[in-house]
């Protein structure tokens, strides 16, 4: 469905003005849950033992990303001069973010498959690069649709 896949339709969308409240809170609901059910799965899936130092980067690094590249967005968006940015940055995070989902499904098994003989350690650290890498990639792309945005506003 485009509302879901397509940056290029929502773009459209958000060039004509905000998106209905009920619209944006869908997406604001997709983006809550997801990150929820993120959250929730990593604590039910922690074995007894330590945690590793690559989930304790995986955990603060994701932390401080999300809260810098939330200014970030806002500052792309126009700063305190931009207009509607939360009605854009939640239907743009969900159609941006699952294609960065998907690439993780692909790319993650795939730095797994490389370092097979690797030990656990080089494994973990790989692969919380290859998470923060895409985390980085992802916000950059959202940053990039807010600036289309913010200039057709201005236009």
């Not at 098994?109 to 494994?123: C, T």
């Amino acid at each position: 469905h485009r509302d879901l896949w397509s940056a290029a339709h929502i773009k459209g969308q958000l060039a004509s003005g905000p998106m209905p409240e009920g619209k944006t809170f869908f997406y604001f609901l997709v983006i809550t849950s997801f990150d929820w059910l993120q959250f929730t799965a990593f604590r039910l899936s922690r074995e007894p033992e330590s945690i590793p130092a690559w989930s304790y980067f995986d955990a603060w690094f994701a932390f401080g990303v999300t809260f810098a590249a939330l200014i970030y967005l806002f500052l792309c968006n126009g700063g305190t001069r931009g207009v509607h940015f939360l009605s854009r940055y939640f239907p743009l995070s969900v159609v941006v973010g699952w294609k960065f989902v998907a690439a993780g499904l692909i790319a993650l098994p795939v730095v797994r498959m490389l370092l097979s003989g690797a030990s656990q350690s080089v494994i973990g650290w790989s692969l919380s690069g290859a998470l923060a890498g895409l985390n980085l990639l992802m916000f950059l792309r959202i940053g990039h649709h807010l600036k289309g945005l913010s200039r057709e506003t201005r236009a």
